[in-house]
């Protein structure tokens, strides 16, 4: 392909995308294919020869579409949302096309240094404290990581490395396993599951608290685990607060346990994957407070604030402490501004050495939305939720089963785990729409989440239509 | 921005980056920026009402590109290549239309099935043992990690539980953490330093081992090691080879290797990043002799088989392997078809949950290239290389420090490390051309990297022209 051709067929791939996104609410949002569909569509082995471009193209609706979950159909509201605009899309595109790797400073300038400052942007709008800004001169700042769950795990191994070193300080003739062996770090219950693999990469100790009827981990539970734990010789070293849990959306109360984490020199870090791009909005921004107390911060743009996967922010009140559990550099990746201390080498700050130029998207939809633009798609999602919650809650059969926060409903049929598991199968086979469940306090709950950018009410009542009338039906058979 | 926006702006965003491509040879390929240009150049806070899109496209060659070191210009010789090829832009702009997160089969059945299916297309271009393809019922199988850092930290870590777990049979009473404290792990001391830091994250010793004249790692010399290392109580467990290194791209010897590792029960891990592109090519593909003996093999097509970043390949033998070192299972990630065996959950096979839809680019790229065309890139590039080791060879003021097997030549003059390090400044500080350095057997050594599709004989004839001048320069100077 000629850069000729790559500009015509350039433009038919974005007419194409525009088209699926225009018609998509078409489309069933769950595919019908069974495992392994895709294996007999094509050929076993790659061609020798080049096929056309034509060839490639036509396989996108035979083989392809079949089998995609429509994660932005209006009807999607599995897992949480992940997020599409077109500002994002023509970023990314450009991204692709300057295709540098932004490891050090030195290999791509830009790619660096957009991303420290839109960093800053992004913290000023939550207003984060200074102290997590990068400024001109600060110790902390803001990087891209590719999910929350790289963040949660890089915080770890911070913590580890920094408490490993204050440990020896004192104990300079213990291994770091010895002491590793004394460690003990703590989640809550209702973590992502992304917390405890953390704990496993890292062969630390991982303790999942119990929660409070709202979900939520308590100040008082993590105190006194604390105390038995450091009776028992262990080392607290790491908590992993959630502000808006998978399941529930759930907060934990970080103004307690902020100050119980400083107090113990325990690193605290804070995973708001989800409801992070709330903060941005003035009424949502209390549930942010206590984040003074913590190390790290981490929220997913590519969740509810526009920017497509992958974007997870992450900033960090000491950049050296990150730095200091990963750095090593050979020859080859040394450029001449690296002693200066005026210069960041993102390498130092995640798990894989190369990136790409995500900060560019978030530039672009930072700029074209505005921060008026993005708190009035936050609060359209949430009025969503709140319509739908309304809905659910004036059909007597049905309860609400966390309280309604932002954009998640959780919510069941009065009655029982097999029940509500049968009514999630048969709305799920519908295909119309398509949900996730999850478990609390020992029910099997359906979790409604508002993801597409482009849900609207009508798309809510025509849902809880679907919904109500699945269960009409399966309530109707259980009678006789 | 709507729609008929969308389609507009993306459209010109096609020419824009064709535009950029096409005219790259222009620009200096290593930026003037000093460290901290671009925070200067934009206001301090994200605006509060939506810009214009011209307001934003207008700060592409305002800001962005003044500070962008291009990796596309056919005088890019830094580091290794990162691939940019029309059909794998065409791939990712769909991809990101689809946005949708492949962390499960149910998530995106299209995105988990295209990415097993095109591993195994590319295993089968590399002529990868059998037990390394999925196929329809293989006990292995191919993943797409998005670095080869990532590649070789979960092989690490998939090794370090298989040891846990096989000796922990045989000692019960052992912990993981005691365990851990005799694990070692080997590489090459010329071996990429993320295999180092995934030794570091994994928290297992990692040894280098020397190399021999042409910097491989040799069988005897990891016999040697192992067998003083068990004498001394440790339990050898991880090799990682290298097949193409970083400074110098040697290969470490994997069919004396590969037996050793197998008798010891240890994982074999094989890093052929950059050079393994070269292995679908018969002259080359005896480099990957003794793969049979590896557990688990990863190379990067982002950087010679013409996919862009990120898509780094990894097979392993046997999924479980890996799926044991993280599994875990919440009820928000459950789906019908989990339990039956047929379906793959990426997510247990990598560092983080969420994925983007990466194989439809690999899936592009063979297709439009076939077999024939990626070989004929890869030759390309070779036989640049081999013109510029012509060009080096025929001015008996510089030496040749590294046998040129692919695309990379490593050469100094004749003398200092200090004249050397003199000479590699000037020529980045004339910005038209761009290399880094490495060290070889204490000497400061000149890396040319043939990185773009673009570059071609009057580009390599330009550069070797300029280095000369430069170094005519130099010496004369040092004469007087």
């Known amino acids: 392909m000629d850069i000729a051709e790559f500009r015509r067929r350039g433009k038919e791939m974005v007419d194409y995308i525009a088209d699926y996104l225009e018609n998509i609410e078409k489309r069933n949002v769950y595919p019908e294919v069974e495992p392994g569909y895709l294996r007999a569509l094509i050929p076993e082995v790659a061609p020798d020869e080049p096929e056309t471009y034509e060839d490639v193209v036509k396989d996108i609706e035979r083989v392809i579409m079949p089998g995609v979950t429509h994660w932005h159909s209006p009807y999607f509201y599995a897992y949480f949302p992940s997020a599409n605009s077109f500002p994002a899309l ?127 981990v308590r100040g008082e539970t993590l105190r006194k685990v604390i105390e038995e734990d450091k009776a028992a010789g262990l080392i607290p070293f790491y908590f992993c607060a959630t502000l808006g849990t998978t399941p529930s959306c759930a ?28 903060f941005i909005c003035p009424e949502f921004r209390p549930l942010l407070e206590g984040v003074e107390f913590a190390d790290s911060f981490n929220f997913n743009p590519h969740k509810l604030l526009l920017v497509n996967f992958d974007c997870s922010a992450m900033w960090v009140k000491k950049r050296a402490d990150i730095i200091g559990a990963f750095k090593m550099d050979p020859l080859y990746l040394k450029h001449d ?5 005026l210069v960041t080498d993102y390498r130092h700050w995640q798990i894989p050495l190369g990136r790409r130029f995500r900060s560019l998207k978030l530039w672009f939809v930072m700029r074209m939305y ?26 007597k ?18 009655g029982s785990n097999d029940l509500n598991e049968t009514l999630l199968k048969r709305i799920n086979a519908s295909r119309r729409i398509h949900l996730v469940p999850c ?20 798309h809510i009542r025509t849902t809880w239509t679907l919904i109500t009338q699945l269960a009409s039906e399966l309530l109707h058979e259980n009678q006789h």
Chains 1, 2 share one sequence.
């Open 370 to 395: 505005g921060r008026r633009g993005l708190q009035q798609h936050i609060r359209k999602q949430v009025a969503l939720a709140k319509e739908f919650e309304t809905l659910v809650l004036k059909d």
């Open 397 to 414: 059969r049905f309860e609400i089963c966390a309280e309604v926060v932002l954009g998640l409903v959780c919510f069941r049929l009065k």
């Open 337 to 341: 501004h690296q002693e200066s201390g």
């Open 439 to 458: 478990q609390l306090a020992g029910q099997f709950v359906l979790r409604l989440a508002v993801c597409a950018r482009t849900t609207e009410s009508r």
């Open 90 to 216: 023509l970023a990314d595109m450009l991204s692709g096309g300057i295709g540098c790797v932004g490891f050090s400073w030195a290999s791509s300038p830009a790619c660096t240094e957009l991303e420290t400052v839109v960093l800053d942007w992004l913290g000023k709008m939550l207003k984060l404290p200074e102290e997590f800004l990068a400024g001109t001169n600060g110790e902390g700042g803001g990087v891209i990581q590719g999910t929350a769950s790289e963040a949660s795990l890089v915080a770890l191994l911070a913590a580890r490395s920094r408490m490993v070193k204050r440990v020896q300080a004192d104990h300079p003739e213990w291994t770091e396993l010895h002491i590793m062996s004394k460690l003990v770090a703590y989640t809550s219950s209702q973590a992502h599951s992304s917390v405890e693999k953390a704990g496993l990469i890292g062969v630390v100790g991982m303790k999942k608290l119990p929660t409070d009827s709202k979900f939520a």
């Open 251 to 278: 907060f934990d109360r970080i103004t307690e346990l902020g100050p119980i984490c400083c107090a113990e020199g325990m690193w605290m870090h804070i995973d708001a994957a989800y409801a992070g791009s709330a």
